[in-house]
């Protein structure tokens, strides 16, 4: 029968319990109670095994359990929150379209049909105001942003500390949404940065009086 625990004991279980912190929240109320467990057992087992010098040895493979498993777990916890938000995001993805396919569409009405009362719309403000360069921005990064949000809900990164920090990359299964927005992120990356190229290239081989 295991023995009330000295005072050096109850120290260490304080700290255990400290470290236990850096955990998230979710694996900390499934697993603490036996965890702090394990670690009472531990410590007598490593008593009587090793005698004084037992709790290094302890804490010593106690530290690096805690390097592998802390940044394990909080990745663990981040997919599942974002499984969560899987819906959410490509929501927002779409969100983020939505401004570039109007500016398209508002440029087209404006100089192909002359009619540019949907550009006055987007642009109620003046261009060189805070809201025109935010527009600006949303515009021109949107579709960058809205690629990296269909990245993040499709691809899955894992580290396994316990293989020797293997990290393996994974597709998962994406919906039709996810494809549509995909393609849509591409095609307006695509399709803004040839504009920009060949609208400023007159620029950067010199030639300012077209700029």
Not at 61 to 78: N, Q, S, V
Not at 116 to 145: E, H, Q
Not at 150 to 179: C, E, G
């Amino acid at each position: 029968m295991p023995k009330s625990p000295t005072a050096g004991q109850s120290i260490a279980q304080r700290l255990f319990c400290i470290l236990l912190w850096f955990y998230p929240p979710s694996f900390r109320r499934q697993y603490g109670p036996a965890m702090h467990q394990l670690f009472r057992d531990l410590w007598y087992a490593y008593e009587t095994e090793y005698g004084a010098i037992g709790w290094v040895i302890l804490w010593f493979t106690l530290g690096k359990d805690f390097i592998r498993t802390i940044p394990l777990e909080h990745l663990a916890e981040w997919r599942y929150r974002m499984h969560q938000t899987q819906t959410k995001l490509l929501k927002l993805e779409f969100g983020l379209l939505v401004i570039p396919l109007i500016f398209l569409l508002a440029v087209f009405l404006e100089q192909k049909v002359g009619t540019p009362f949907l550009m006055n719309a987007l642009y109620p403000w003046t261009p060189k105001s805070v809201a025109g360069k935010l527009m600006d921005g949303i515009v021109v990064f949107g579709p960058l942003l809205a690629l990296v949000l269909n990245l993040v809900t499709v691809v899955r990164v894992q580290w396994d500390f316990r293989a020797d920090n293997v990290v393996t990359i994974s597709i998962r299964k994406a919906s039709l949404w996810q494809y549509l927005g995909l393609l849509v992120s591409i095609g307006l990356i695509a399709l803004f940065g040839a504009y920009f190229f060949f609208e400023n290239l007159p620029c950067l081989l010199g030639q300012t009086l077209t700029c």
